[in-house]
Nanobody, 127 residues
Framework: QVQLVESGGGLVQAGGSLRLSCAASGRAFSTYMMGWFRRAPGKEREFVSTISRSGGNTVYSDSVKGRFTISRDNAKNTVYLQMNSLKPEDTAVYYC????????????????????WGQGTQVTVSS
């Protein structure tokens, strides 16, 4: 089972950009589907984006589509979330998540489909 460590969060002005990274330790990172989720103050954890094992399939929430890009580098055991045109409503703790899947096309938008989570990284967007 992998362990996940997020980084790259911080304080940014509205309209700015950040790139989050999620580094995975352990073996066989390329057999895991990966996801990014976020939890804003007083709200439930919500789906942001997911990527399949090979990176060939990606899905985004409507709220970030066109502004965020998920990618992965299996050689570096890392998944990224490039966040552009940030808005104050993007302020949240961002978590990456992983789960082993048997094939290259699996991905999921559901928190319950993931069994490994990072500790989270804070993103704050000021207006």
């Amino acid at each position: 089972q992998v362990q996940l460590v997020e980084s790259g969060g911080g304080l940014v002005q509205a309209g700015g950009s950040l790139r989050l990274s999620c580094a995975a330790s352990g073996r066989a990172f390329s057999t895991y589907m990966m996801g990014w989720f976020r939890r804003a103050p007083g709200k439930e954890r919500e789906f942001v984006s997911t990527i399949s094992r090979s990176g060939g399939n990606t899905v985004y929430s409507d709220s970030v589509k066109g502004r965020f890009t998920i990618s992965r580098d299996n050689a570096k055991n890392t998944v990224y979330l490039q966040m552009n045109s940030l808005k104050p409503e993007d302020t949240a703790v961002y978590y990456c998540a992983a789960r082993y899947v048997p094939g290259g096309t699996y991905y999921s938008t559901k928190t319950t489909d993931y069994n490994t989570w990072g500790q989270g990284t804070q993103v704050t967007v000021s207006s």
